[in-house]
């Protein structure tokens, strides 16, 4: 069954708004996950590292606020993106380290995305 | 700053051929090598973990193998189907900075009936 539940998977909306999606670890509790973007045609980029207790770490060239995140959890993480506009449109996946844990062995685990839409 | 690169971007063969792809990185310091399946539109699915130690793994038709010195790995499928169409990705995990997983830009795999 799947380790990592992401909502939603589809979201179209207007330019402007602030769309919130949602990855939840369903095995194990995850002090990391990982966001990711990804445009057509394109290989995954990592956005930022949420950090459960702590802020966020984000990638270079990600704006922080754009982009809000928020482990509120041990196994739920929140990527906000806020104002959302039509260079925005990509599909964003969560993941999860193995064990929940950096530094584990185990492999990654990835949700099935959301593809966000701004019309 | 590591480079992951897959060859071939698209790959067309029939049922039942054995076929290799291709993943390359620029910096041997990693941790170790993923390999994903991702059907359209949807995530990824894990198929094979190689740490850095280890120089192969095998699942069922599916056989990776890592040679890190020389930042090379491949994906060798044998006797494949068409439900092995889908895009195939590399991705490494960063040796100083386990947080850091660098992706392939992957390799579109059609196999025909």
């Known amino acids: 069954g799947a380790v990592v539940s992401q909502h939603p998977s589809w979201v179209i909306c207007k330019s402007g708004t602030s769309v919130k999606i949602e990855c939840r670890s369903l095995?194990?509790?995850?002090?990391?996950m990982f966001w990711y973007r990804q445009f057509p045609k394109q290989s995954l980029m990592l956005m930022a590292t949420s950090n459960e207790g702590s802020k966020a770490t984000y990638e270079q060239g990600v704006e922080k606020d754009k982009f809000l995140i928020n482990h509120a959890s041990l196994t739920l993480s929140t990527l906000t993106v806020t104002s959302a506009h039509p260079e925005d449109s990509s599909f964003y996946i969560c993941s999860v380290p193995g064990g929940g844990q950096v530094g584990s062995n185990q492999p990654q685990h990835f949700g099935d995305g959301t593809r966000l839409s701004i019309l | 700053k590591q480079e992951v690169t897959q060859i071939p971007a698209a790959l067309s063969v029939p049922e039942g051929e054995n076929l290799v792809l291709n993943c390359s990185f620029t910096?041997?310091?990693?941790?170790?090598l993923q390999w994903f399946r991702q059907d359209p539109g949807k995530g990824l699915t894990s198929l094979l973990l190689i740490q850095s130690s280890q120089r192969e793994q095998t699942s069922g038709r599916l056989n990776a193998s890592l040679d890190k010195s020389s930042g090379r790995s491949t994906l060798y499928i044998a006797a494949s189907q068409p439900g092995d169409s889908a895009t195939y990705l590399c991705?490494?995990?960063?040796?100083?900075?386990?947080?850091?997983?660098?992706f392939g830009s992957g390799t579109k795999l059609n196999v025909k009936p």
């Open positions: 910096d041997s310091a990693i941790y170790n």
């Open positions: 991705a490494v995990r960063d040796g100083y900075n386990f947080n850091k997983f660098y």
């Open positions: 095995d194990f509790q995850a002090t990391t």
